[in-house]
């Protein structure tokens, strides 16, 4: 099983006001565009705007719908010891940003952020 990345989907509305993007998925979408690779090492999943996000709420739990997400494979090491995923339903994941893009730059051998 590969790691599960979730992000919102581009151009939602939020109240009446866009099209917008989340700021949060912006710096991961930018990790995947440098290192495009990452696409076939992870499945990526663009999620709706509104909730309830059914594929978080069936894996996390209601409480854990905020994105972006990126959920561990079971067997899968963390290589950064200074990272510390949450958990959830036995699943562990990774819920900000700086942690998801730490984690692949440290999973995949990428450069870190300067």
Not at 24 to 50: M, N
């Amino acid at each position: 099983m590969k790691d599960q990345l979730y992000l919102l989907r581009p151009g939602f509305y939020n109240v009446g006001v866009g099209p917008l993007y989340c700021g949060d998925s912006l710096p991961v979408e930018g990790l995947l565009s440098f290192f495009p690779q990452l696409r076939l090492l992870l499945d990526v999943h663009y999620l709706d705007f509104p909730r309830p996000r059914g594929a978080l709420v069936s894996a996390l739990g209601e409480e854990h719908q905020g994105i972006p997400v990126l959920i561990l494979a079971d067997d899968r090491e963390i290589p950064d010891e200074e990272l510390t995923p949450k958990q959830a339903r036995n699943k562990r994941f990774f819920a900000d940003e700086r942690s998801i893009r730490r984690y692949l730059s440290a999973r995949y051998d990428l450069p870190e952020a300067g």
